[in-house]
């Protein structure tokens, strides 16, 4: 059997779909395996069970149901949803587990599972550690046949969703007048994104609206903005709107074709909420990733930040431990505590919009709310992680970190959650320098890899 840090990588059970453990039999096992962590069996259990349009999503449904239902969990089936929203139902629905089927940003091939437990959170290390001492054990008490569970499908889970995320909004706010360009990856949201912000009065132009199975994120989408970007510009729009393929990211751009990153998005937000007193301990919590120019941004407002490990599950880990309101991703990862317990790009997209129509000037205007610190990313493959504590590597890291502390930068090392590779992110205001530094401290790791 495999291993926590196998299975489950930062955001639930990710890799190629059909080879292992994205397959049919692992799947139902897995299933089975939290079915047994989350059954007490004092009463009826009920999972709900959301997906993304990729063409593998069927396969996982059934296998996963399957697993459920043979624990004796009822089953509900939401169809293609976004993240949040099998969250959000998770909670409304008072069901014992949420699973969202998706590989999020990633292309077709691919695909995964997040749970989400009754509050609606993700699940947390502990919960996984233990869900792997069961799947190693490989013995469940399977229900008997008059306990089996039944499966249905919530043909409304979609209204559902598109009612919570508008009533977010002030009810006399409308998008009446406002163009927008909405990109949706081919994804989760292909319908509920275009729904609500036509509900709300938009004018609408659509990209990534006819998913096909294998077309997602495929040159669209928040990591593929530039399309959206130039749309915007050829149609004369206000802006943009860029969700990834399970809609929990959100990225936009100015009605100059500017793209804004998730820093600058959390900027805006974090703006607002400080001037309206409903930023809670003046705090605003993000990764290590999130921009140097972000962090001076908030330090100037005398607004802390917060960084964390990369990943959005430990973002919120922290807001949920000390109450805060607002946290993100550079990625476009937003959380808005207030209304979710995860990130929505939809959600954050119309509190964005919000900012917009009372400010009544240009998106590129609202946007501009500091300067980014030039940022070099390198990934290194490597074979191990125990070449961190190779001397010579130890020592190019500090030379590095101290040169870039002494250009008012910053270094951070770590090795990819998915993948074999180091990875390095350097920030300095001088870009020459900045990348004289990466360059000697990856050519020292090549060498020892």
């Known amino acids: 059997m495999l291993s926590t840090r196998q299975l489950f990588g930062t955001d639930g059970i990710r890799g190629l779909a059909n080879k292992a453990p994205i397959t049919p039999e692992m799947m139902l096992q897995v299933a089975m395996a939290v079915a047994a962590k989350f059954c007490d069996k004092n009463h009826r259990h009920t999972a709900i069970i959301g997906k993304d349009t990729r063409l593998s999503g069927y396969m996982i449904e059934t296998s996963l149901t399957a697993g459920f239902v043979a624990m004796g969990m009822d089953v509900s089936l939401l169809g293609p949803i976004p993240t949040p929203s099998v969250a959000m139902l998770t909670r409304s629905m008072r069901a014992d587990l949420g699973v969202m089927i998706s590989a999020s940003h990633n292309l077709f091939e691919d695909n995964g599972v997040k749970f989400f437990g009754p509050d609606g959170y993700k699940l947390s290390d502990a919960t996984e550690f233990e869900i792997e001492a069961i799947l190693n054990k490989g013995q469940y008490d399977v229900a008997l046949p008059h306990d ?49 912000l036509w509900e709300l009065g938009a004018t609408l132009i659509h990209i990534g ?174 074979s191990e992680r125990e070449l961190l504590n190779q001397t010579t590597i130890v020592n190019a890291i500090e030379v590095a970190k101290q040169k870039l502390e002494t250009n008012q930068g910053r270094l951070l090392v770590r090795f990819s959650g998915t993948e074999p590779l180091l ?27």
């Open 148 to 196: 089996i569970g039944k499966v249905r499908r919530l043909d409304d889970a979609g209204g559902r969703y598109v009612e919570f995320v508008k009533s977010t909004l002030p009810r006399q706010l409308r998008l009446d007048g406002i163009k927008i360009v909405i990109d949706c990856a081919n994804g989760a949201a292909y319908k509920v994104a275009p729904q609500i």
């Open 209 to 382: 609206t006819q998913p096909d199975g294998t077309n997602i994120n495929a040159g669209c989408g928040a990591t593929s903005p530039k399309l959206m970007a130039e749309t915007v510009v050829k149609s004369k729009a206000h802006l943009g709107i860029s969700l990834d393929g399970d809609a929990d990211r959100l990225i936009m751009a100015d009605e100059k074709g500017t793209i804004v990153s998730g820093d600058h998005l959390m900027a805006i937000l974090a703006k607002s909420m400080h001037e309206q007193g409903l930023l809670t301990h003046n705090t605003v919590v993000a990764t290590q990733m999130s921009n140097l120019g972000f962090e001076r941004f908030l330090k100037g407002r005398g607004i802390n930040l917060i960084r964390t490990d990369v990943g959005d599950r430990y973002v919120i880990e922290a807001m949920q431990q000390h109450g805060y309101t607002l946290g993100g991703e550079q990625s476009g990862h937003l959380i808005l505590s207030d209304y979710s317990s995860t990130g929505d790009g939809l959600l954050s997209a119309l509190q964005i919009l919000r900012i917009f129509i009372e400010r009544q000037k240009p998106f590129s205007e609202l946007a501009t709310v500091f300067s980014s610190v030039p940022q070099l990313l390198r990934n290194v493959r490597v």
């Open 423 to 449: 990875r390095l992110m350097g920030e300095a205001d001088d870009l020459a320098a900045l990348t004289k530094i990466i360059d000697d401290l990856e050519q020292v790791i090549v060498k020892a890899s």
